[in-house]
């Protein structure tokens, strides 16, 4: 469970660098998935908050942080300017996300 992945991140911060990394998956995005799942929105933003200090333009953390934001109702301005810097990071890119962790994706709605 939840206790697992806290050691499993506790265990990949003793990794040592490596170009690609060792791990497919960051287990903080795991972790933060999880947390959201379970509406503990509070300690997922605080995963997100963590990892973005390692990379700070990593396009599954803001995206992860700004949900856990918008989750809690709070700091407005703060999900606006997440998202923000999400979309801009992520114009690009040929995947679409609906989740922090590509392991746990949100179901998507169409028509």
Partial sequence: ?????????????????????????????????????LG?????EQVYREDLKRLPDNGWSLLGLAESLREQKKHEAEVATTKARFEKIWAKAD??????????PKPTITN
């Fill in 95 to 104: 995947l679409k996300i609906t989740s922090s962790c590509l392991c746990q």
């Fill in 40 to 44: 503990r929105f509070a300690e997922a």
């Fill in 1 to 37: 469970g939840l206790a697992k992945l806290a050691a499993a991140v506790k265990a990949e911060d003793a990794f040592k660098y490596d170009e690609p990394p060792g791990w497919l998956i960051p287990v903080r995005h795991s972790l933060g998935a999880t947390l959201m799942r």
